[in-house]
């Protein structure tokens, strides 16, 4: 009996240790299995739990197994299809979750694609074109003369006459739309629908910001005078503080669902040449967070005449990168590489540039007042015409390094070789 009893708690522990083994590989890798594995498995459990019910049985009862009743066997024959019977369950459960998901992306696709339409303005009434036509006839000396004029004109929807209640036209209505669309983007661009989206909504967040500054930016590359330049810059400002451009600012400048984090991060290879002109990092809507692009690849990104205050670039590549007119003030530009960018006219107020790659930069006419940098990044831009700094800048940053040993300490100085040396200075350099 002792014997017998050995055996069978060897065979029970074996059991055991198959039973639990199943059961981990179930919650760890059930997932992965396909389901002609997953109903082998439950089988294999009937016939585990079927092995040890008839050893229990013919081990502690005394009853003979042929006079069991009916209702026993069922019982039993219940429990044994448990596992098979929680398979198929699951298989019935998890087909409708399936379906039931992909109902749900199916009606985020179409919410999705209808935004699509009108952020791109494809709701937006035509314009029509009237055109008129008068023709004069007149007898003089015998002979006919016939005059033809043409007039073409341009007509909106009008606004609809109401006597009790105030409206708006059919096309202020759809730019209405088209704004609205622009924030109800945001939920697919953060991911709130799953990632499929998100790429989609930025590229079309991006490609709506660049169309809606893209005139202005190519009178900017084909005018050659300041005032008209300045002009258009103001026009890109304008832009970006419209209702369109404050949408399209809030939307693309957003943070993720922790507010932690930039949603541009994601999407680091998109970045590149990415079009962000007039925009103003100032506006309430722009978080602290949202003004920090440090460590990103901005390489040839157009950010003329942005207003970047308080912007961190440190340590973003910016090469070649466009802050023609850009307004910075006190922004970040530590160890930010600036080889060949365009910072013609550009503003630059109490800009930490410390260890600022400037090789080969365009410096024309920037004003660089009270900037944290030295002459040895200067002497390597490419052009500092007309670029401007402070007395004080001179004195103390760009000095020590300019003079050469045979000039004195500026302390030395007489006040009339002071001046000598600053228009030397100018001379040289260009720099006023």
């Not at 930025?202 to 930016?217: V, Y």
């Not at 050659?224 to 404050?246: D, N, Q, T, W």
């Not at 940098?373 to 002497?379: D, E, G, T, V, Y």
């Amino acid at each position: 009996m002792g014997n017998v009893a050995f055996v069978i708690d060897h065979k029970w522990a074996i059991i055991s240790i198959l039973v639990v083994l199943i059961i981990l590989c179930w919650v760890l890798f059930g997932k992965k299995w396909s389901n002609v594995l997953k109903v082998f498995c439950a089988g294999t459990f009937s016939i585990v739990i079927l092995d040890i019910l008839f050893n229990w049985f013919e081990f502690y009862s005394k009853d003979s197994i042929d006079t069991l009743s009916a209702g026993f066997w069922n019982f039993i024959i219940l429990i044994v299809s448990a596992p098979v019977a929680f398979v198929i369950w699951h298989f019935r459960d998890e087909n409708n979750r399936q379906q039931i998901e992909n109902q749900r992306k199916d009606i985020n696709l179409k919410e999705f694609q209808k935004l699509s339409e009108w952020v791109s303005g494809a709701h937006l009434p035509e314009i029509k074109t009237v055109s008129k036509t008068t023709q004069k006839s007149s007898s003089k000396d015998g002979a006919e003369i016939t005059e033809q004029t043409m007039e073409q004109s341009e007509e909106y929807a009008k606004k609809p006459n109401a006597a009790h209640f105030d409206t708006f036209s059919k096309r202020d209505g759809a730019v209405a739309l088209q704004i609205s669309a622009i924030y109800n983007l945001l939920p697919f661009f953060r991911g709130d629908y799953g990632e499929s989206f998100r790429r989609p909504a930025f590229n079309l967040l991006k490609s709506a910001w660049q169309a809606m500054q893209q005139d202005s930016l190519k009178k900017f590359e084909n005018i050659g005078l300041h005032y008209e330049r300045v002009e258009i810059i103001r026009k890109l400002r304008k832009s970006a503080e419209s209702p369109m451009g404050v949408a399209l600012t809030h939307v693309l400048l957003s943070l993720n669902r922790n507010n932690t984090k930039l949603n541009l991060r994601d999407f680091p290879e998109m970045l590149p040449n990415i079009c962000l002109a007039g925009m103003n990092f100032s506006l309430s809507v722009v978080s602290k967070t949202a003004r920090d692009l440090s460590d990103l690849n901005l390489d040839g990104a157009d950010f003329r005449g942005a207003i970047l205050d308080q912007v961190k670039f440190q340590n973003s590549q910016l090469c070649k990168a466009n802050f023609q007119n850009a307004q910075l003030f006190e922004s970040n530009l530590q160890t930010a590489n600036l080889k060949w960018a365009r910072l013609d006219n550009a503003y630059l107020w109490a800009v930490d540039m410390e260890g600022t790659k400037l090789t080969a930069a365009y410096l024309n006419n920037a004003k660089l007042f009270k900037c944290k940098l030295n002459w040895r990044q200067l002497k390597t831009s490419r052009n500092l015409l007309f670029a401007k700094i402070t007395v004080y800048d001179f004195i103390k940053k760009i000095y020590p390094d300019w003079k050469t040993e045979n000039d004195f300490m500026w302390k030395g100085l007489a006040k009339s070789e002071k001046r000598k040396v600053m228009q030397r200075f100018c001379d040289e350099t260009n720099l006023i």
